[in-house]
């Protein structure tokens, strides 16, 4: 089966502080590994989507990173401030059709 | 304006009644995905729409649930005798093209459904 397992479930830091959210996968074949910030009561919105031959992509404060041989991924998130509480949704795309695949996400919360 | 819309954002109502959702695409995007969300859980595939055919029916839970897509812009999704457990977040998101592309689904905010 395929799936998409993120850790931990859920993470609180202090404003400022750094953190890495994790994403394992087993989706075969790949297509591309996507992030996704949801704001509780909204939708999800892209952060980063890397192909397989990408192994990192940065967009502002976020850095996701791919390891295609060992179907992990992350996102570091620099110098947390409090409009990054949100949950942190990791995403894979087959290659063989439109199916996507949602991780269930990390809770974050950033504390002053 | 130039995001996808939803409506309505709230819907409450008897188990057993009819719901009709609705979603506005970006315009121009030609495919057009459904999702629900249960509390504290992570989104799952409904259907896929590219332009007004559906070629990807495989997550609609059951034969009470039914989509279409008009125009290649607005689409809604039906669910018929509702059920508790239907009780979710039904999020929509649009894209220039489907399929794997590498290009980011807009999603919108989200019909909050709550059956009594």
């Known amino acids: 089966k395929n799936q998409v397992e993120q850790s931990p479930q859920s993470l609180i830091i202090l404003e400022g502080k750094n953190c890495t959210l994790q994403?394992?996968?087993?989706?075969?074949?790949?297509?591309?590994l996507r992030w996704y910030k949801q704001d509780t009561g909204r939708g999800p919105v892209s952060l980063t989507i890397?192909?397989?031959?990408?192994n990192t992509k940065s967009n502002g404060r976020y850095t996701a990173t791919l390891d295609a041989d060992t179907k992990q991924s992350s996102l570091h998130i620099t110098a947390s401030q409090l409009s990054d509480s949100a949950s942190y949704i990791c995403?894979?795309?087959?290659?063989?059709?439109?199916?996507?695949?949602f991780g269930s996400g990390t809770r974050l919360s950033i504390r002053p | 304006g130039a995001g996808v819309s939803q409506s309505p954002s709230n819907k409450v109502t008897e188990k057993g009644k009819d719901v009709e959702l609705r979603c506005d695409p970006i315009s121009g995007h030609t495919a057009l995905y459904w999702y629900r969300q249960r509390l504290g859980q992570g989104l799952e595939f409904l259907i896929y729409f590219q332009g007004n055919s559906a070629p990807d029916k495989s997550g609609l839970p059951s034969d009470r649930f039914s989509a279409e897509r008009t125009g290649e812009s607005v689409s809604t999704l039906t669910i018929q005798r509702t059920q508790q457990e239907d009780s979710a977040v039904y999020l929509c998101?649009?894209?220039?093209?489907?399929?794997?592309?590498?290009?980011?689904?807009?999603f919108g905010d989200g019909t909050r459904l709550s059956i009594l």
């Open positions: 890397m192909t397989f031959s990408e």
């Open positions: 994403c394992n996968y087993t989706v075969s074949p790949f297509s591309n």
């Open positions: 995403v894979v795309v087959y290659s063989s059709a439109s199916k996507i695949i």
């Open positions: 998101a649009s894209s220039p093209w489907g399929g794997n592309s590498n290009q980011p689904q807009h």
